[in-house]
């Protein structure tokens, strides 16, 4: 069904050793849509065809990430992503868009799980295999991921840099080998000595910020992020010892936020965080979820929403201002 070097976009983390098996490049159309120069004219191109101002940012911008790469094939998890997500795929099958619908399952099932990747298998016509194998070859990356996690913790890696790398692991660039390479460099270059010996301790939950200069602000009131909980889940590095199916049940971000919490919880005490932001996009049913997280949470926490691209506003660098000052 397709060529060796078809381009296939997703709108969040799926199994990528499935997409790389069956000669796909995946391309994280979020990271398209984010890194782009003049971001906010994606939100607005999507407005103008009638996507409503009320709604999600990120959604807006995947739809015009798929028209401006011309992209042909999406696979969407049309359950464990946003909820968004369903009418967005009806939006773009009107475009002519195949849609390749995936689900994680509800109750993180392993017996649906595997139902779920078999299905395909067979839509990709490969095998087990060929899945283990990419499983092994991208695990060699993430070991060197999990190097630089660590690294972060010990505050030899800013929390900004943390942040590319993991989030950039969804896909790995759509090339692996550029990705591996890259990392080798950034690694090799790190001066290896404790830059935030005097900063807090911050853990940043939630959806990674659609603010440019989100991480810049924490480091200028002397917060250091040693824990960006969604950009971990995307690596799988914590996975890297267990076989292909588990390590897509012990990803957390699909599944409800009891399974989330008890996560972050554990990386809490590990990394020793003194305090918590919880970052929501606004018109996200994931705000819900903040008063799960207020009432299992022993630390300060601060909620933040953001909306569309561009720099944090005055209101919210006073908040952050205003936690660090509590922590």
């Known amino acids: 069904m397709q060529s060796k070097t078809q381009i296939i976009g997703i709108t969040t983390t799926v199994p990528s050793e499935i997409l790389y098996a069956a000669n796909f490049i995946p391309v994280d159309l979020n990271n398209i849509f984010i890194a782009n120069e003049n971001p906010d004219k994606f939100v607005e191109k999507a407005e103008i065809i009638g996507f409503p101002g009320n709604s999600c940012a990120w959604i807006k911008g995947i739809f015009s990430a798929v028209k401006s790469e011309n992209i042909k094939t999406v696979i969407a998890p049309v359950w ?125 939950m939630g959806v990674p910020s659609i603010w440019s200069n989100f991480y810049d602000i924490l480091e200028e009131n002397k917060a250091h ?49 003194q305090g918590l932001i919880h970052y929501t996009q606004c018109f996200c049913f994931r705000q819900i979820e903040d008063i799960l997280v207020k ?7 601060l909620t933040l929403e953001g909306d569309k691209p561009g720099e944090v506003d005055a209101r919210t660098k006073m908040r952050i201002e205003n936690f660090m000052d509590i922590i």
């Open 80 to 204: 464990g992503d946003c909820s968004n997500t369903h009418a967005l795929c009806e939006v773009l099958k009107t475009y002519g868009i195949n849609i390749i619908e995936f689900a994680y399952p509800y109750d993180y099932s392993l017996q649906k799980l595997k139902l779920e990747m078999n299905f395909l298998f067979d839509k990709f016509n490969i095998n087990e295999k060929s899945v283990f194998e990419w499983k092994k070859k991208l695990d060699i990356i993430r070991k060197k991921l999990k190097t630089l996690d660590k690294m972060t913790v010990d505050g030899k890696i800013s929390g900004k840099d943390n942040h590319l790398w993991l989030v950039n692991s969804s896909d790995f660039y759509g090339n692996p080998e550029k990705f591996d390479n890259e990392l080798d460099e950034f690694l090799k270059t790190n001066d290896n000595i404790n830059k935030y010996d005097d900063f807090k301790r911050i853990g940043v």
């Open 225 to 273: 992020v040693v824990y960006n909980e969604v950009q971990f889940e995307f690596s799988m590095i914590k996975s890297i010892e267990t076989d292909f199916y588990n390590q897509y049940i012990n990803y957390t971000y699909p599944y409800g936020m009891d399974f989330r919490l008890k996560e972050i919880i554990k990386q809490m005490k590990e990394r020793d965080i």
């Open 295 to 301: 009432n299992n949470i022993n630390i300060p926490v």
